[in-house]
């Protein structure tokens, strides 16, 4: 499939990903990320593969101190099981590392045991759970320390 190339993006580059994701339904409105990542130290990544889009990883600081919050993120299905998903970790990791961070967190849903699953191999820890929804919705908290 080629190589894994990791840069900072734009957050077009995100809007134009996240609809290729199909776990992300609906149509997504206009000022999403802006809104959130106003005001706050962020880092927003995009991952290519043989010069095509493959998949985004956006984060932002916490209120709580030293902690990254890596809220969204994903890889189009066409370039997933190659490595995407792992690189942009690395990068945010690396990035939140050298910025002061000694933490990060996410969140993902009871529906989505891959996800969980890839926080477990990269050393998170369930750390929480949030009711909302269904019991698919229910959202898995996890963190790591650095």
């Not at 690189?87 to 590392?97: C, F, N, P, T, V």
Request: aromatic share 14%; charged share 25%; hydrophobic share 40%.
């Amino acid at each position: 499939m080629g190589n894994v190339i990791i840069r900072k993006g734009s957050i077009e580059d995100v809007y134009y990903i996240h609809r290729l994701i199909p776990e992300f339904p609906g149509e997504i409105r206009s000022g999403f990320y802006e809104e959130r990542l106003k005001l706050k130290m962020h880092l927003v990544l995009v991952a290519e593969v043989g010069g095509q889009l493959a998949g985004f990883k956006v984060g932002y600081e916490s209120n709580e101190p030293q902690m990254f919050y890596s809220w969204m993120g994903g890889v189009i299905p066409q370039f997933r099981k190659a490595g995407v998903a792992r690189a942009l970790a690395d990068k945010q990791e690396l990035w939140a590392k050298e910025n002061g961070f000694t933490r990060v967190f996410f969140k993902t849903r009871n529906r989505f045991p891959a996800m969980i699953n890839f926080g477990m191999r990269r050393g998170f820890k369930i750390v929480g759970m949030i009711k909302k929804g269904s019991e698919d919705d229910y959202r898995i908290v996890m963190r790591k320390s650095f």
